[in-house]
């Protein structure tokens, strides 16, 4: 064997290693969002206070959801949130517990099997008020806390799928996103199509490399 | 035995008669010839990649590709070249019912959020496609507006090929387009390279494979974006600039050097800042074949034929934009914008320092235009690296210090070889002078309107992909690299650059998944 193919066998195989690496590592990954950017803190939820957004997209294999809390430095008190539908059946709810630190906190759920448009509410049992991170300034969004309507702002949902999941695990859902938003003829088989080409891609360079080297 | 030198013993065989078409096609398939295989190959690498590209990135998450999408379809509806609104007027009611249903709006420059995960986002998006929305707009085609119309008179064939396609469908066929430009510029890297190093055909595939995975062309050549077809005839143009200084100057040279000069400037009007460096080349040629009367008569018509080729498309276009279009060539003043007022006056010292500034360190009596980021390294080589998307997320920095010192050994090697090729050089100082010139060009042209842009908005302008018209210097110096390498190890070295750079693609690719599918 040349130099050169020994160096561009060595250089694959580093590559698969480092790919098979990244590829089985665990993490949380997300199910969707609202893409309401978190921006900015929306109205304060005071103790006892109920906040409430509608049309969220509650996707299917959501269990938990992940927000961004102020709670001015102190722990986060007990949280409960709930997810209606249409004709205000619940569809899941969840808690956190209270003691959390501020920040990014994560509220489990039962698992959600079915994509639907929602209704999310958020009730502060804890003895402080706290803040949501979402846009404050949104023109078309609007939430309530209690009764009362407030426009141009959205709390930022992040919808979160069961425990930690490798990109490998991740695979199916992955190829079913890729398919979402394309063109119709390439909605299904648009990440093989991309990873076939990849692979032709990296023949030719690699034909040609080990050829012109012989 | 040769038919031609057979005697006449008995009837004179029937001559076949051989169609125009195939002739044609013969004579053009004997053309095609003259292209290695190599460069062949390198061209599928690059369309691969481009189109895999293509396929990874959402659609319209390219830089500017609403406003290529719309210059397209404004072509293609109405016959007519966009019309700038004051303020920016509404894209069609078709691209902009597609644009907010794949949430087009919330993922700009928030990369926090991801392209659709749903089945109702799916829903929502085939709802518009059915409902046969109008596609003409405006006539308004937002950043795009000042360009010349080869770029979209190209893509008008995909989108047309789809009569009743909806956006997402024509907008897949146009980055498919893209991806072909993509894989001609990396053609064209190879032949730029063999005219430009001859001898070690290994560097020459590295070179063109380098460009085909460099990370931020392969993504911009998978998306609708008119600096594809200015790629290509940037790089056309430092190959017949070679080939001319390699082989003389003659009148198949100036017309291949006019003929990219010629589409290139109507593909984008960037290419306007080769000018100064493509006159001293032709100076330089002439002078070279001055001496001798048939070489001089050849060069002489080799550069008419230059200037008349380069200059009659722009000609062309602004006649036609002004008798047909009823618009100037570049409708908006790049001063005065769409009208708006002017945050900061002009001035001509200050424009200096600003294009200074741009590239190196301010100078002592300069201010300091960039005080929170120093552009040669955060603009230019971060960006260069890989910042994707609307330039909204990009490589941890370690990769940039790291690609930094692969990046120092390449140049080290390649300044290497200049070294030991030194007579050589120094015969080819003219020619290098001409390179040099091109990318200086590029680079003032660049500050220019970056500055109009600052004095007009107080915003940058300026982003990584404007260099990339260069990029055949790029491969330059990378064969060069792996030239100082010898017979014995250069193939090796080719390899392992090769190498490295599929890591740096397929990272790329990686972050990208990742930014917008998880």
């Known amino acids: ?214 | 035995m040769n038919s031609r030198f057979s005697g006449p013993v008995s009837a004179p065989p029937r001559a076949r008669t051989v169609s125009p078409a195939r002739a044609r096609a013969r004579a053009i398939r004997t053309r095609l010839r003259i292209v290695p295989r190599a460069a062949w190959v390198c061209a599928l690498v690059a369309l691969a990649n481009g189109l895999a590209w293509s396929l990874i990135t959402p659609p319209f998450q390219v830089p500017d590709e609403n406003a290529h999408y719309a210059y397209v379809q404004q072509l293609v509806q109405t016959g007519d070249l966009p019309h700038p609104a004051t303020p920016a007027g509404a894209l069609s009611p078709q691209q902009d019912a597609t644009l907010s249903a794949i949430d087009f709006y919330w993922m700009v420059g928030r990369p926090y959020n991801p392209a659709p995960f749903t089945d109702l986002q799916q829903h929502a998006i085939e709802q518009v496609a059915s409902e046969k929305l109008s596609a003409r707009g405006t006539g308004d085609a937002l950043t795009a507006d000042n360009n010349p119309p080869l770029y979209y008179a190209i893509e008008a064939v995909p989108y047309m090929l789809m009569p009743g396609g909806g956006v997402l469908d024509r907008l897949a066929l146009m980055r498919a387009v893209s991806a072909l430009m993509g894989a001609i510029t990396v053609l064209l890297v190879f032949m730029f390279l063999r005219e430009l190093l001859p001898s070690r055909r290994w560097a020459w595939s590295a070179g063109a494979l380098l460009v085909a995975f460099q990370p931020m062309f392969a993504f911009i050549s998978g998306g609708v974006n008119n600096d594809n077809l200015l790629y290509l005839a940037a790089t056309g143009i430092l190959w017949a600039l070679a080939r001319a200084f390699r082989r003389g100057l003659d009148r198949g040279g100036g017309l291949l050097l006019g003929a990219f000069l010629g589409f290139g400037l109507v593909a984008k009007l960037n290419l306007l800042g080769f000018l100064p460096a493509l006159a001293l080349a032709l100076l330089l040629l002439l002078r070279r074949s001055w001496a001798s009367p048939d070489a001089r008569r050849e060069a002489l018509r080799g550069a008419g034929a230059a200037v008349l080729l380069g200059a009659a498309p722009l000609v062309v276009y602004e006649l036609l934009a002004h008798l047909l279009w009823n618009r100037g060539a570049v409708p908006i003043d790049v001063v005065t914008g769409r009208g708006a007022a002017v945050l900061h006056k002009f001035n001509f010292r200050g424009e200096l320092s600003h294009i200074w500034e741009l590239y190196f360190a301010p100078l002592g009596h300069m201010r300091d235009q960039f005080p929170h980021l120093l552009p040669i390294w955060d603009t230019w080589f971060r960006g260069l690296v890989g910042r994707f998307g609307w330039l909204d997320y990009e490589f941890p920095e370690w990769t940039s210090w790291t690609v930094l010192g692969v990046a120092g050994a390449l140049v080290t090697l390649a300044l290497g070889e200049l070294a030991r090729c030194r007579h050589a050089l120094r015969r080819r100082i003219g020619e290098l002078a001409v390179y040099a010139g091109l990318l200086a060009g590029l680079c003032v042209e660049i500050g220019i309107e970056s500055y109009h842009t600052y004095i007009q908005t107080g915003g940058q302008f300026e982003q990584p992909r404007y260099l990339l018209p260069m990029i055949g210097l790029y491969a330059a110096i990378v064969a060069l690299a792996v030239r100082f390498g010898g017979r014995r190890f250069g193939p090796a070295l080719a390899a392992a650059v090769v190498v490295l750079a599929i890591g740096h693609d397929l990272y790329a690719q990686a972050i990208t998944i990742a930014r917008y599918y998880a």
Do not use: K
């Open chain 1, 1 to 214: 064997m040349t130099l050169a193919r020994s160096v561009v066998v060595a250089g694959l195989l580093a590559i698969a290693v480092a790919a098979g690496l990244v590829l089985s590592r665990s993490a949380p990954r997300r199910s969707g969002t609202d893409v309401i950017p978190a921006e900015n803190f929306v109205e304060p939820l005071a103790r006892g206070e109920q906040l409430c957004q509608s049309h969220e997209q509650l996707p299917a294999d959501t269990q938990a959801v992940r927000l961004l809390i102020d709670a001015h430095g102190q722990p986060v008190g007990r949280l409960g949130v709930r997810f209606t539908g249409g004709a205000g059946q619940i569809i899941t709810t969840g808690a956190l517990r209270a003691g959390s630190a501020q920040g990014i906190v994560r509220i489990p759920l039962s698992l959600v099997r079915d994509t639907s448009e929602a209704r999310f509410c958020l009730r502060n049992y804890g003895p402080s008020t706290i803040r949501l991170a979402g846009a404050s300034d949104q023109p078309g969004v609007s939430l309530s806390i209690g009764r009362h309507l407030i426009e141009d702002q959205s709390v930022r949902v992040e919808y979160m799928r069961p425990g930690r999941e490798s990109w490998l695990a991740l695979t199916g859902a992955l190829a079913h996103r890729f398919s979402l938003g394309r063109a119709f003829f390439m909605s299904a088989w648009a990440l093989p199509a991309a990873l076939l080409l990849l692979a032709i891609s990296i023949s030719g360079a690699v034909y040609l490399l080990t050829r012109e080297s012989a």
